[in-house]
C-alpha cells in the first residue's frame, strides 16, 4: 500500500543521500576536532588543581598534627625513580607526615645512625600519599627553593629503596622550618639543623614532567606553586 505522502507527490520518499551523509560526518568531525584539545587541555589542569590540593591538605594535616601531638611533624616529600618520568630520573612524587618524637631529643640520634634509640626518634602518621602519574613536585633551585636540600632515606620510613627526601618541620605554634641537609631527629635537637627560609624563597611547584624538561628550569606553562609563610604556615597558591 502507497503512503498518503506518496500519493499526494507522485514520489516514494527517500533518505539521505551519500554526499548529504559525508557532509554531515565532516561538519561533526569538525566540531569535535575544535573540542577536543580544550577539553584535553582542563583535564590536564584538572589534574594539577587536584595534585595541589592534595598538598595543601597534607600541610594542613601536618600543622592540626603538630598541635595537637605537641610535636613537631615533619612533611617529607620523596624523590625515587618513577617509571613516568621522561627523563627517567628520580622525581618527587609522593609525601607522608611523620611525627618527631619529644622524648629522644637528647639522644641526639642522627638519620645514619641505627638501634634501639634511633626507632624511638619518629612514628609514622600515615601512609604515604601519591600524585597522579605524569606530574611531579620540582626539585629545581629556582622553581622549588624549598625541597633543595635531600636527605638519605636511612631510617626506612618510605617502602622504596634509595628514595630520597626534603622535609618541612611544622610546630605546634602553627610555623615551620626546613630541614637541614643532616643532623638530628627529634624535638629540640632537630633545630640545630633546620633553618627559618625567607618568604621571597618559601614555596615549591607542581608540574607535569614533561613540562618541567621542556621548559629547562623555567617556570612551565601550567603549574601549581604553593608558598608557605615560615612563621604562621599559611599557604597561598599561585597558577598562571
Same mark, same amino acid.
Given at each position: 500500500?502507497?503512503?498518503?505522502?506518496?500519493?499526494?507527490?507522485?514520489? @516514494?520518499?527517500?533518505?539521505?543521500?551519500?554526499?548529504? *551523509?559525508?557532509? !554531515?560526518?565532516?561538519?561533526?568531525?569538525?566540531?569535535?576536532? @575544535?573540542?577536543?584539545? /580544550?577539553?584535553?587541555?582542563?583535564?590536564?589542569?584538572?589534574?594539577?588543581?587536584?595534585?595541589?590540593?592534595?598538598? =595543601? /591538605?597534607?600541610?594542613?594535616?601536618?600543622?592540626?598534627?603538630?598541635?595537637?601531638?605537641?610535636?613537631?611533624?615533619? *612533611?617529607?616529600?620523596?624523590?625515587?625513580?618513577?617509571?613516568?618520568?621522561?627523563?627517567?630520573? #628520580?622525581?618527587?612524587?609522593?609525601?607522608? &607526615?611523620?611525627?618527631? =618524637?619529644?622524648?629522644?631529643?637528647?639522644?641526639?640520634?642522627?638519620?645514619?645512625?641505627?638501634?634501639?634509640?634511633?626507632?624511638?626518634?619518629?612514628? !609514622?602518621?600515615?601512609?604515604?600519599?601519591?600524585?597522579?602519574? /605524569? &606530574?611531579?613536585?620540582?626539585?629545581?633551585?629556582?622553581?622549588? #627553593?624549598?625541597?633543595?636540600? &635531600?636527605?638519605?632515606?636511612?631510617?626506612?620510613?618510605? @617502602?622504596?629503596?634509595?628514595?630520597?627526601?626534603?622535609?618541612?618541620?611544622?610546630?605546634?605554634?602553627?610555623?615551620?622550618?626546613?630541614?637541614?641537609?643532616?643532623?638530628?631527629?627529634?624535638?629540640?635537637?632537630?633545630? &640545630?639543623?633546620?633553618?627559618?627560609?625567607?618568604?621571597?624563597?618559601?614555596?615549591?611547584?607542581?608540574?607535569?614532567?614533561?613540562?618541567?624538561?621542556?621548559?629547562?628550569?623555567?617556570?612551565?606553562?601550567?603549574?601549581?606553586?604553593?608558598? =608557605?609563610? #615560615?612563621?604562621?604556615?599559611?599557604?597561598?597558591?599561585?597558577?598562571?
Amino acid at each position: 500500500m502507497k503512503s498518503h505522502y506518496s500519493k499526494c507527490t507522485g514520489r @516514494s520518499p527517500r533518505g539521505f543521500t551519500l554526499v548529504e *551523509l559525508i557532509v !554531515v560526518v565532516g561538519i561533526m568531525a569538525l566540531i569535535i576536532a @575544535s573540542v577536543v584539545p /580544550g577539553l584535553t587541555e582542563v583535564i590536564r589542569a584538572a589534574r594539577l588543581t587536584s595534585a595541589g590540593d592534595q598538598v =595543601l /591538605g597534607r600541610i594542613s594535616l601536618a600543622q592540626q598534627h603538630a598541635l595537637s601531638l605537641n610535636s613537631p611533624v615533619e *612533611l617529607r616529600f620523596y624523590s625515587f625513580a618513577d617509571d613516568f618520568s621522561p627523563s627517567g630520573e #628520580p622525581t618527587i612524587t609522593a609525601f607522608q &607526615l611523620v611525627e618527631l =618524637l619529644n622524648d629522644a631529643a637528647t639522644a641526639n640520634v642522627t638519620d645514619g645512625d641505627s638501634g634501639e634509640d634511633a626507632a624511638l626518634t619518629q612514628r !609514622v602518621l600515615n601512609e604515604p600519599v601519591y600524585i597522579d602519574s /605524569g &606530574l611531579e613536585i620540582s626539585t629545581d633551585t629556582t622553581l622549588s #627553593p624549598l625541597l633543595t636540600n &635531600l636527605v638519605d632515606d636511612s631510617s626506612n620510613t618510605f @617502602s622504596v629503596e634509595g628514595a630520597r627526601y626534603a622535609a618541612l618541620i611544622f610546630y605546634p605554634d602553627g610555623g615551620f622550618k626546613l630541614r637541614g641537609t643532616a643532623g638530628a631527629l627529634a624535638g629540640s635537637a632537630a633545630e &640545630l639543623n633546620a633553618t627559618t627560609p625567607n618568604l621571597s624563597e618559601s614555596y615549591f611547584t607542581i608540574a607535569e614532567s614533561r613540562d618541567l624538561e621542556a621548559a629547562g628550569g623555567e617556570a612551565p606553562a601550567n603549574y601549581y606553586c604553593i608558598q =608557605l609563610d #615560615p612563621y604562621t604556615g599559611k599557604a597561598r597558591t599561585y597558577r598562571p
